[in-house]
């Protein structure tokens, strides 16, 4: 069983990227638990010296999930052609362990825009030395849509064979390495 953590860098309730990842995990192909990570708003601002044993729970409780995890999948949204803080945040405290280094990750997508957040956030992840499936992309339109139209959209087949296939191109991604 492949043990998958998905996180949203959104905080806001109505979330696009949320939506997404919450369809991910009851999207999960055979052979695959997908983890919501939901943690990201209690995360204290990271601080070097804030590492080794003063790390503050909430950043512990992240490193170990995602060591524990044999992959990572990022839905992200944009905010001023940049990654959001929050998240920039949560990745800075995984950057000086060990637990991103050949992590299997991908990113999918719930704006058809945000490409300068894309290019950002897969540059960011792969200095981490976390191994990148770039090879397919998962890109759910949700841009501006509401919840029941969100919930309408990832329920259509069509959106489920995209989640299906794209986390079962990633699961054998983990599986090959
Ligand atoms: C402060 C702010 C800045 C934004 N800047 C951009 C941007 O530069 N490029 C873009 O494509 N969308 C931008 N957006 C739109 C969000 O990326 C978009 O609404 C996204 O779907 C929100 O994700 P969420 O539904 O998961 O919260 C911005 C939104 C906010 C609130």
């Not at 503050?56 to 959001?84: F, K, N, Q, T």
């Not at 945040?89 to 299997?104: E, F, G, H, I, Y």
């Amino acid at each position: 069983m492949l043990n998958i953590l998905a996180m949203s860098g959104s905080l806001r309730a109505a979330s696009t990227n949320s939506a997404l990842v919450a369809a991910l995990a009851r999207n999960a192909p055979e052979g695959c638990r997908i983890t919501v990570y939901d943690g990201l708003g209690g995360l204290p601002i990271f601080n070097p010296d804030d590492e080794g044993e003063r790390t503050p729970h909430a950043a512990a409780a992240l490193i170990d999930a995602v060591m524990r995890a044999d992959g990572v999948i990022v839905s992200c949204p944009e905010y001023a052609h940049g990654v959001p803080g929050g998240l920039k945040n949560a990745l800075d405290w995984l950057v000086s362990r060990d637990a991103a280094v050949a992590k299997p990750a991908m990113l999918v997508h719930a704006s058809p825009r945000s490409l300068f957040a894309r290019a950002a956030l897969a540059e960011i992840m792969r200095t981490m030395s976390f191994a990148m499936h770039e090879e397919r992309m998962l890109e759910i339109a949700l841009l501006g849509k509401k919840p029941p139209e969100v919930e309408v959209i990832l329920a259509e087949q069509t959106s489920r064979q995209a989640m299906h296939d794209a986390l079962s191109a990633f699961a054998e991604f983990i599986r090959s390495r």
